[in-house]
């Protein structure tokens, strides 16, 4: 079993912090997570990157012996450091590591969860972080996507970089798993063209090494029997449309026989070609019952859900088409940023299809009452794909999230707890307790009172330092 390495990988991922720094004093400031109830005018000591002691009104501050800063915090709320727990680092080579972590931190994110990065690819920014661990948020990461033998993400078409490996029954899976081990990745993403057979295989190993496996379910499973097998986590509600179908057998007999390829289709032209026949017909031939069973059964079983709704919103609500947004991407690098400019204004030129509207309401619903039914959502936004620009997205889908119907204490825990616990790591980030590691965002606003005072940063604190 390697679940002791997996248990090494995210120690180093949590200490790392600067060698030698001041402790922060953070006087007269109102607490706010998703588990404790709201404490007013407390002081807050830190220490080696972590939360040393929390102090009252009423209790006496004794003086510290180490040099401090103090900060005043009259007026304003202390958060938990926020998760973007779905991003692509490698997707457009246009954007450099160092965007990307001066962003995410601008915005407040402290955590991101790379969820599809070839470790090749990914070397750079591991490199970056380790020679400059206090300017970038920590990065949990799954490496390549696990997909099927016609994988979708090979790198040879246009809008199809390299993220991906192919396995399939011939494979040795627990090789892979403990190669991607070796490399530090923390979970597991599984992609859309694996085998049934693989699938289930790969869900064994994983389960043996303590890894949790999240992605988009396979389009070759039954999305129960995927559950029941020991699934983590899902990516987008993607194929809850599938599944929730009054006829969700008879649709996946017509994938299972389209999957064979026998016409040796690409596998990104195929995966497509499947969505395209079958999403909205799925969604027209919707089973309220069956949904609900399925609901029901994500939140017995534990599995996570991280919705993306600011992509799976993208063409309808076109963020790009907002001026204010295209203002953000004066951050980044000047040849993504002209071309963003150009294909922002490009789409905006496109009327929003019928189909869009349509998925727009579902997810947005479905995820209404996934919240009812307990199951653990996850904030997470896909960027940098649909010109959601890094750090700035998760705001968007905080939004979003709230829109949904979940209420503003419960958005803040999707962007906080809930990601740490899918790691198993709650014990360590996601309250503002004692002990626990110093990932903090000061704001001049009540997020309680508006979801979207999480973008009215007054100060970001990562790993017990100031940014």
Known sequence: MNYKKLAVILSLILSM?????????????????????????????????????????????????????????????????????????????????????NLFLKNGITSIRDTGAVIEKLQPSLNYIKENPNKTPRLFYAGPLIDGRDRVYKG?????????????????????????????????????????????????IAKKNNLRVT??????IDLEEAIEAGLGGMQHVRNMDLACSLDAPELLTKRRTQLENENDIEGSALRTQIHSSQRYYAIDNHDPKRCLRIIKKLAEYGVFQTPTLTINTLDSRRFYADLKWRETYQYLPEKARNNWQEGSIKSTNLAVTDNALIFDKWSLDLVNIMNQEGVKIIAGTDTPIGYLTPGFSLHKELELLFEAGMTTREVLRSATITPAEFLSIENQMGTI?????????????????SISNTQDIHMVISKGIIQ
């Open 215 to 220: 992605g988009h379910i396979p389009l070759s």
């Open 156 to 204: 040879k078409e246009p809008g199809f970089p390299e993220l991906s490996i192919g396995i399939d029954e011939s494979s040795d899976i627990e090789n892979v798993v403990n190669g991607l081990l070796d490399n530090g990745v923390t979970f597991l993403k599984s992609y859309e063209m694996l085998s049934k057979d693989t699938y289930l295989e790969l869900l064994k």
């Open 17 to 101: 912090e600067i060698v030698a720094h001041p402790s922060l004093i953070i006087e007269n400031i109102t607490l706010i997570d998703a588990e404790n109830p709201v404490r007013l005018r407390q002081t807050v000591l830190i220490e080696n990157g972590k939360i040393q002691s929390i102090i009252d009104p009423t209790e006496i501050i004794e003086e510290q012996e180490n040099s401090h800063t103090v900060i005043d915090g009259s007026g304003k709320f202390l958060i938990p450091g926020l998760w973007d727990a779905h991003v692509h680092l490698t997707f457009i080579p246009e954007i450099d590591h160092e965007t990307y972590f």
């Open 433 to 449: 307790d004692e002990g626990k590691l110093a990932d903090l965002v000061i704001l001049n606003s009540n997020p309680l009172e």
